[in-house]
């Protein structure tokens, strides 16, 4: 068996476990093959908790860098991937935590950049109405800003179900936490963006 | 009592089935907690189609960053750059000064002995036995004069 067929057989077939496994022995192919599986997954999350993209890109590489050098300490407990979230997210809450004062009155969005359109060009549907897709497109920009309001723990809580799609009892093991809690945080996200959609209504109307 | 923090993992189908069965029961019977519902599903669906993407990445450079993290986090100590190994040497004197302290001279003990005998002048002064003061270099004999002052 060659070198290139030991590569296809690990980037199709092999578990992310087995192949944290391969890490843990130093197989250089395995790491590569784990990073490119989970980099787009990583880097999302860890902008959509920072919104800033060099931050992002530098914690989720130290996210795979902390994976590299203690794979070995992996038990097998819990899947790879909350496992990964694990480290990523702490990452990324620690990092919030150090970040300058200032910073914390000030709402970087860099979803509006004008070269990958707005919300707006992202949405389905040209056929409706354009007055309703501009108000529609407002009251999401106004409830995705009141997740940048949310406190990190609640964030994250909801990041994680919502976009990672991760069940209740994934992210108590993701924020070492309890089921109950995560349950309380993501009631409390979301009542507090229930309560922006329906000033944003209120206002639009 | 509504069942306030459920109501999430009951929309979005993430609870034990007797959990849902008894949450249902209660939406079902509850026009708060059913608007609720029915509200907070409108968020988690708006929140899922209109999340925004973030700036797009170069992945080719980025795994090539990734690697020479990798690699540097691999490097010998030795072969780190000077600052690490400076770090390094300036934390290790500084744990080796706190465990044991600066070095004793000569001069350090020869003020102990002063100190002690400093201590004990006023016994000194009341007994006639100290008729030399080549006794006094012999702390053992100083130690014993408390003693001595006891007994009288």
């Known amino acids: 068996m060659g070198w290139l067929t030991t590569e296809v057989a690990l980037t199709q077939e092999t578990s992310d476990e087995t192949l944290l496994a391969r890490v843990a ?11 490119a599986r989970h980099q787009g997954r990583a880097y999302r999350l860890a902008w959509s908790l920072l919104r800033d993209a060099e931050d992002a ?9 902390r994976v590299y050098r203690t794979a070995a300490s992996f038990r097998g407990e819990a899947k790879f991937s909350t496992w990964f ?3 990523l997210v702490n990452l990324c809450l620690d990092h919030r935590r150090r970040g300058r004062w200032w910073q914390r009155f000030t709402v970087r969005d860099e979803g509006e950049d004008p070269e990958r359109g707005g919300l707006l060009e992202r949405q389905p549907g040209a056929t409706a109405d354009p007055a309703d897709l501009l108000g529609r497109e407002r009251l999401m920009a106004q409830v995705w800003r009141e997740v940048e309001r949310l406190s990190p723990q609640q964030r994250a809580a909801l990041l994680l179900h919502v976009q990672e799609d991760l069940a209740t009892s994934e992210i108590a093991q993701v924020l070492a936490c309890s089921e109950a809690t995560v349950r309380v ?21 | 009592m509504h069942p306030e923090s459920e109501l ?6 993430d609870l034990p089935p007797a959990e849902r069965a008894r949450v249902a029961a209660h939406v079902d019977g509850c026009s708060a907690c059913r608007r609720a519902a029915d509200e907070s599903r409108v968020v988690l669906e708006a929140l899922v189609a209109g999340a925004p993407a973030p700036p797009p990445l170069d992945w080719g450079r980025y795994q090539a960053e990734l690697r020479a993290r990798v690699a540097a986090s691999r490097r010998a100590w030795w072969r780190r750059p000077v600052p690490t190994v400076l770090a390094a040497g300036f934390a290790t004197a500084l744990i080796v000064f706190a465990v044991h302290g600066l070095p004793r001279t000569p001069s ?3 003020t102990m002995e002063e100190t002690v005998l400093g201590a004990r002048l006023p016994l000194l002064q009341q007994y006639q036995i100290v008729e030399r003061l080549d006794m006094l270099e012999d702390l053992d004999a100083i ?4 003693r001595l002052g006891g007994a009288r």
Request: glycine share 6%; hydrophobic share 45%; net charge positive.
């Open chain 1, 85 to 87: 979230y694990r480290i």
């Open chain 1, 57 to 65: 890109r530098d914690l989720s590489q130290e996210a795979f860098l």
């Open chain 2, 143 to 146: 130690r014993q004069l408390d």
């Open chain 2, 108 to 110: 350090d003990v020869v």
């Open chain 1, 185 to 205: 945080h993501l009631h409390r996200a979301v009542s507090a963006l229930r309560k922006t959609m329906g000033r944003g209504q209120s206002d639009a109307s």
């Open chain 2, 8 to 13: 999430i993992a009951f929309v979005r189908g």
């Open chain 1, 25 to 35: 022995a130093r197989d250089e192919a395995a790491f590569d093959v784990l990073v």
